[in-house]
């Protein structure tokens, strides 16, 4: 099917097809494709000019909208174009657009998180709200990040932390790592757990070495859990 052409409907449920799948590794996405907690916006092109902005709404209405609840909640964003023919090409796309997006947006950093992209704190923060993005799209390297059209999920920080506080975020996260392992059969190189190095490395799915930077330049703005620390 081409996708690229096909109504919002189909695309959105290859995306569902994929993860899925017995084999797909990641329970979180599992789970929020299974609850009903997942909320997908199918874009025209992710180099537009006007994406970032109808990113940035929908990504505020998305957290507004989340605000309060429990469990795990991912927003999709997936792009009918262009078409990566590497992960070097998608890489560049999708930091052009975070960097696009971060430029947009008006509100000050998330709390919690580091607003340098080289800090192993960092997280991208968008309309005031923490996100661990993961990237996909048809010629990634790792099965697990192999999409049909080029795609990005925005995960929040927060749901990751009540994990850790419920006592379930280290079994989860063995789990997939070995679930990924015996997809791949290997271990991908990139996965770290925060605050051992930064989660840019990780954004695209392409390996990178440690001291790899990411191209991307956060406006220094107030942060009030810096003021915090005075």
Request: glycine share 6%; aromatic share 8%; net charge negative.
């Amino acid at each position: 099917m081409d996708l690229q052409h096909a109504p919002e409907q189909d695309v959105v449920r290859a995306m569902e097809l994929m993860v899925t799948h017995a084999e797909f590794p990641c329970l979180g996405a599992k789970s929020v494709f299974r609850r009903g907690s997942v909320v997908h916006a199918v874009l025209d092109d992710m180099d537009a000019p006007d994406t970032p902005q109808v990113l940035l709404e929908r990504l505020t209405r998305f957290a507004d909208d989340i605000d309060g609840e429990d469990g795990f909640h991912s927003f999709i964003a997936t792009f009918r174009r262009p078409e990566h023919d590497d992960e070097a090409a998608f890489e560049a796309s999708l930091f052009a657009l975070l960097q696009r997006l971060h430029d947009a947006d008006a509100e000050t950093w998330a709390l919690g998180v580091e607003a340098d992209p080289n800090d192993p704190h960092f997280a991208f923060s968008a309309g005031g709200t923490a996100y661990f993005i993961v990237g996909l799209h048809p010629a990634a390297s790792r099965v697990a990040r192999r999409a049909p059209l080029a795609t990005l999920v925005f995960n929040p920080h927060d749901q990751f932390e009540q994990l850790r506080a419920d006592g379930r975020f280290d079994g989860m996260r063995a789990t997939i790592r070995r679930r990924d392992e015996h997809l791949q059969g290997s271990v991908n190189p990139m996965v770290a757990d925060h605050g051992e190095s930064s989660e840019a490395l990780q954004y695209s799915g392409r390996e990178h070495d440690l001291d790899w930077e990411p191209p991307l330049e956060v406006h220094p703005t107030p942060s009030l859990h810096e003021e915090d620390r005075r």
